[in-house]
Structure formats: structure tokens, C-alpha cells
């Protein structure tokens, strides 16, 4: 495995993954294919822009012609797919394209991966999949539950995977990862969101009660799971990948304003997301058999993020006051009701 197609690779995660694997790995030579939605930013890649290693491609993972192209003139023999539509909130507003890049993109990646006789396949999914878990921790047997239009093209997606490896012998891994926190996430995700909001006194609207549970994970304990199941992970299986730890979205959001220094005033609670997921909690003991630990617990990953958030307004502010965000922010929030203050 050298030269390695990091699909989504100009997002959040994925440019952390490049990052990772270009500094892990000083024999392989990375391939970042990214469409350039609203998500993808050449900012989150501008360190590696001189690496003689590394190549970016503008593109579409459903675009069957330019995928081909890529993997011939790159000499492909990996590759780890996080091109998605990613944001819950807006696979409610528009699912279109959710299904077009999370499954049927996936579809494509699949079919250039089974032409090139990849090594390996890697598809990076989501504990969504599983749906709420309001007590116990899920495992990568337990049956998929979808419940958002985001979380069922990601479960279209991964059972495909799957049945390439049945159907074809293909060798796939999947891993399923909690909630990522961390540099160059996009600032319509809760953390960035309310850590922005916060810098700039503007109100954290918390859905409903704000007694819903995440798994707040680093971002590189993430790209350092992915890692390891890439490497050492058995083709045909499922990988989960999360601290196993959980906070309550208002016990998060008065950490946040701690850390940035704001009164608790700035919470209001507004209209619940429709099908909002109470809890979501991994077993990942398949995973920690590898060898793989979580470093970060959530108050220093959430101390991090914090602290980068303050040191790059310059990366976040443009994002914030263009209309783009701006038009969706007044789509996702402005017809919300204000339920309680504090
Ligand atoms: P992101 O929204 O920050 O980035 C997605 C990237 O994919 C962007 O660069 C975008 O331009 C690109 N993209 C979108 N459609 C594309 C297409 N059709 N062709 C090529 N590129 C396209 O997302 P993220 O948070 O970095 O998530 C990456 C992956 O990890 C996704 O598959 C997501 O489902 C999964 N995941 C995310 C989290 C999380 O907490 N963020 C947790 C678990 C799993
Ligand atoms: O669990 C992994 C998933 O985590 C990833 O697969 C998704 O790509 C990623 O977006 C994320 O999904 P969530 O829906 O959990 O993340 P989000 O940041 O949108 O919301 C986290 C929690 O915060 C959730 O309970 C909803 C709540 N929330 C979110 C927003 C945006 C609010 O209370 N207010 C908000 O404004």
C-alpha cells in the first residue's frame, strides 16, 4: 500500500487524515480527491500544498470517468472514502444530494476499487447508523436502525461495502466513528458552532432539552482508529471507534462557554431537531483488541478545539459571514422557537 486516494480528503476529517498519514507514512504518496463543496476547504490542506507526496484533484466521487482517470494515472492501490454529505440538519432540509454522493458515490468508489484490484477499500462511516442506543453500548453486529436521511445514506453506503466484499471478495473495512471535534471543522457542526457563537456573544441554541448524549472524540484518535483498521483490520469487518465516554449537549455547551469565558445566558433552547437522536454510545472493544486507545478524554479534546478556535479566526470568520452560511443559518434557525433562556 503506497499510493493512497483520500476521497473527502479537503473536509474536516479528511484533511487531518492526510496530514496524518503523509507525516505517518514517509514512503506513501497521497491523492486528496475532493469536489469542493461548502465542507471542502484548500485552506484545511495549505501545509501540505508544497509536499512533493501529495496531489490534489478537483472531483466527484459519482463522477464514474474522472474516478477511473485518478486511479490509473495515480497507480491507486488504497482507498479510504469520507466523501459525504455530513450534516444532519441539512440532509432534513435537502436529501438529494445525500443518497447521490453517500450511496451512489460510494457505488462508484466500489466499482474503480474492484477494476484496480485495490488492497484495500476503507470506508469511513458513522455511529448514526446504529440509531438512538438509550441504554448499553452498540456493537458492530447489531442491526441498522437509520433514522435521519443523513444516517440511512450512510447505511446504504456501508451495506454496499459489504456486499462487495461478499459478492466479489473485495477487501473493505468499515469503521463507524462518534461525534469528531477538533481543527477545520466546518462551523455549522454543534462544537464549532457554539465555540464561534460564543467568541461572538451570539446566542448557542440548543435543541430541546439539551438532554441528548454524544461521544465527543479528537479528531487524530479518530484518524489514528482509522489508521490501525486500514493496517491491521480484518477485510469484511466493521470497526467502532469512540471514547465510550458521553456528555449531555448542555453540559457540553457550559463547558464550551467556560472555556471562551461567557456567561451561561448565551444557551437558549429552541425547536427540537425532528427525529433527534437522545444518545448514541459505542462498544469499541473490537477495535481496542488492535491495540488501538483513545488519548484524549473529552475536556481536553474540547480544551483543544477551544484553544484553536481562538487562534484562527481567520480561518473560520470568512466562512461565517459569507451568505452561503449565512442564508443557512436563516434556513436551519430562523423559524425556530426560542423555548427557554440560560
Ligand atoms: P465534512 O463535511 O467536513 O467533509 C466532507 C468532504 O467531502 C468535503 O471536503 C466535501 O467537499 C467532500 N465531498 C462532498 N461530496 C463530495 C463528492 N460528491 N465528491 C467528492 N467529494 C465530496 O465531513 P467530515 O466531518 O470530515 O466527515 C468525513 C467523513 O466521516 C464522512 O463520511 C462522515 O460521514 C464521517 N464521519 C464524520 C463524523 C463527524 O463527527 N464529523 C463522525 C463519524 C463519521
Ligand atoms: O455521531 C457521528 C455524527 O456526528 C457524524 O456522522 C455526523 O457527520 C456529524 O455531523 C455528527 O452528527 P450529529 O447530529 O451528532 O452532530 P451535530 O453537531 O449536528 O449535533 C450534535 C448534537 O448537538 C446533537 O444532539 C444535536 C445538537 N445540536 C446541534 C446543532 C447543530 C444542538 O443542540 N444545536 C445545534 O445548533
Not at 70 to 87: K, L
Request: net charge negative; aromatic share 12%; glycine share 8%.
Amino acid at each position: 500500500m503506497q499510493n493512497v486516494l483520500i476521497t473527502g480528503g479537503a473536509g474536516f476529517i479528511g484533511s487531518n487524515f492526510s496530514r496524518y498519514i503523509l507525516q505517518k507514512y514517509p514512503d506513501y504518496r497521497v491523492v486528496v480527491y475532493d469536489k469542493l463543496t461548502y465542507a471542502g476547504n484548500l485552506e484545511n490542506l495549505c501545509d501540505l500544498r508544497g509536499d512533493p507526496r501529495f496531489t490534489f484533484v478537483r472531483g466527484d466521487i459519482a463522477d464514474a470517468a474522472l474516478v477511473d482517470r485518478v486511479m490509473r494515472e495515480h497507480s491507486i492501490d488504497c482507498i479510504v472514502n469520507f466523501a459525504a454529505e455530513t450534516h444532519v440538519d441539512r440532509s432534513l432540509l435537502e436529501p438529494g444530494s445525500f443518497i447521490m454522493t453517500d450511496v451512489y458515490g460510494t457505488y462508484v468508489l466500489l466499482e474503480a476499487a474492484r477494476k484496480y484490484q485495490v488492497e484495500r477499500y476503507h470506508q469511513v462511516s458513522t455511529d448514526e447508523v446504529y440509531g438512538a442506543k438509550l441504554e448499553g453500548r452498540s456493537v458492530e453486529s447489531d442491526p441498522l436502525d437509520s433514522r435521519s436521511p443523513y444516517s440511512a445514506s450512510k447505511a446504504g453506503g456501508d451495506l454496499l461495502v459489504l456486499s462487495y466484499y461478499t459478492s466479489f471478495g473485495l477487501p473493505v473495512t468499515i469503521t463507524r466513528g462518534s461525534n469528531n471535534i477538533g481543527p477545520y471543522q466546518y462551523p455549522e457542526k454543534v462544537v464549532p458552532l457554539f465555540i464561534t457563537n460564543a467568541i461572538d456573544d451570539q446566542p448557542l441554541p440548543i435543541y430541546g432539552d439539551g438532554q441528548q448524549m454524544r461521544d465527543y472524540q479528537y479528531v487524530l484518535d479518530h484518524c489514528e482508529g482509522i489508521d490501525v483498521v486500514l493496517h491491521r483490520g480484518q477485510p469484511g469487518q466493521v470497526y467502532n471507534v469512540g471514547t465510550e465516554v458521553e456528555t449531555r449537549n448542555l453540559d457540553m455547551a457550559r463547558l464550551i462557554l467556560d472555556l471562551v469565558g461567557k456567561p451561561y445566558s448565551l444557551i437558549q433552547h429552541v425547536t427540537d431537531r425532528p427525529g433527534h437522536d437522545r444518545r448514541y454510545a459505542l462498544d469499541c472493544s473490537r477495535l481496542r483488541a488492535l491495540g488501538w486507545r483513545s488519548r484524549h478524554s473529552f475536556a481536553e479534546a474540547l480544551e483543544k478545539t477551544v484553544r484553536w478556535y481562538l487562534e484562527n479566526e481567520a480561518w473560520w470568520r470568512p466562512i461565517k459571514e459569507g451568505s452561503y452560511y449565512r442564508e443557512y443559518y436563516a434556513r436551519n434557525y430562523g423559524h425556530r422557537q426560542v423555548l427557554a433562556k440560560g
